[in-house]
């Protein structure tokens, strides 16, 4: 039974569908859609897409599933971070009806048949309604935003650690969690398959850390530090323009993944960090 992992933005309908296409999937043949989590990038295009494949059940985090039921709240989060750019460069979404969604936990499978399952891995730190997804017939583990951001044109991973739910331990230990697992290989959403899964998971641990340490620094040191302060320390610290690439990377890489955001999202965390009660 056939599974779509990650459906994209609104925007990306159309590439989606010409895909499923190529390899043969009409409208009746899809069973199940399955979103990492529910940011635009990610999910954007699950109500379309589940109008398109009728026979689809949706599979989402327990946390996220009633923000494609009714998706106004994200819709509004997310135009206030994108303002203008929103509908070009993403869309919105479209809502999914609820008797077509499955609120899924820790553990939830996702049966394809022949003896063949996807099992979701709780996997909170980028987001509280995150979950990987492991394929334990090839053990290929397909991480979403949990492990960062590699983009092709710039051969760079960085952390995506955007605001409000980025939480440095809760990151950590998803990181170690998907060690523990030993996949075969690992995907990422942006974009695809690495080389070593091990070396890249202590990899994005140690930079994940990395970046927070910079960003306590600044905010130790100034204080008053805002948002800019720290990602312009973020950026003379981690960000290094390769000598050449397509003329439009930088800015498309900015807008996907930008040091702003995730500086935002780590001072938040620090905030939050620094006011929360001592046990």
Same mark, same amino acid.
């Given at each position: 039974?056939?599974?779509?992992?990650?459906?994209?933005?609104?925007?990306?309908?159309?590439?989606?569908?010409?895909?499923?296409?190529?390899?043969?999937?009409?409208?009746?043949?899809?069973?199940?859609?399955?979103?990492?989590?529910?940011?635009?990038?990610?999910?954007?295009?699950?109500?379309?897409?589940?109008?398109?494949?009728?026979?689809?059940?949706?599979?989402?985090?327990?946390?996220?599933?009633?923000?494609?039921?009714?998706?106004?709240?994200?819709?509004?989060?997310?135009?206030?971070?994108?303002?203008?750019?929103?509908?070009?460069?993403?869309?919105?979404?479209? %809502?999914?009806?609820?008797?077509?969604?499955?609120?899924?936990? /820790?553990?939830?499978?996702? /049966?394809?048949?022949?003896?063949?399952?996807?099992?979701?891995?709780?996997?909170?730190?980028?987001?509280?309604?995150?979950?990987?997804?492991?394929?334990?017939?090839?053990?290929?583990?397909?991480?979403?935003?949990?492990?960062?951001?590699?983009?092709?044109?710039?051969?760079?991973?960085?952390?995506?650690?955007?605001?409000?739910?980025?939480?440095?331990?809760?990151?950590?230990?998803?990181?170690?969690?998907?060690?523990?697992?030993?996949?075969?290989?690992?995907?990422?959403?942006?974009?695809?398959?690495?080389?070593?899964?091990?070396?890249?998971?202590?990899?994005?641990?140690?930079?994940?850390?990395?970046?927070?340490?910079? %960003?306590?620094?600044?905010?130790?040191?100034?204080?008053?530090?805002?948002?800019?302060?720290? %990602?312009?320390?973020?950026?003379?610290?981690?960000?290094?323009?390769?000598?050449?690439?397509?003329?439009?990377?930088?800015?498309?890489?900015?807008?996907?993944?930008?040091?702003?955001?995730?500086?935002?999202?780590?001072?938040?965390?620090?905030?939050?960090?620094?006011?929360?009660?001592?046990?």
């Amino acid at each position: 039974m056939p599974a779509l992992v990650e459906t994209g933005s609104q925007s990306s309908v159309p590439a989606v569908l010409d895909a499923l296409a190529t390899v043969g999937l009409g409208p009746g043949d899809l069973r199940w859609i399955v979103v990492t989590h529910i940011h635009l990038d990610h999910a954007g295009a699950v109500g379309d897409l589940a109008a398109h494949f009728p026979s689809a059940s949706v599979v989402v985090h327990e946390r996220g599933a009633r923000h494609i039921v009714d998706p106004t709240k994200l819709i509004d989060s997310a135009s206030r971070v994108y303002g203008p750019l929103l509908d070009s460069l993403y869309g919105r979404m479209t %809502a999914v009806p609820e008797d077509r969604v499955i609120a899924a936990g /820790d553990g939830f499978r996702v /049966d394809l048949g022949n003896h063949r399952e996807l099992v979701l891995i709780d996997s909170p730190g980028h987001a509280n309604h995150h979950h990987a997804v492991l394929d334990e017939a090839t053990g290929t583990l397909l991480v979403g935003d949990a492990v960062g951001v590699l983009s092709p044109d710039l051969g760079v991973l960085r952390p995506a650690t955007p605001p409000p739910d980025f939480d440095l331990e809760r990151a950590t230990q998803s990181l170690r969690r998907f060690a523990d697992l030993r996949p075969e290989r690992i995907v990422l959403t942006h974009y695809g398959p690495v080389i070593d899964p091990q070396a890249t998971l202590a990899g994005a641990e140690a930079m994940l850390h990395a970046w927070v340490d910079v %960003a306590a620094g600044v905010m130790d040191h100034t204080s008053v530090a805002s948002v800019d302060d720290v %990602a312009a320390a973020l950026t003379e610290a981690f960000v290094v323009a390769p000598t050449t690439m397509p003329e439009a990377s930088p800015t498309k890489f900015e807008i996907l993944n930008g040091v702003h955001s995730n500086a935002a999202g780590i001072v938040r965390y620090l905030r939050r960090k620094a006011t929360a009660p001592v046990e």
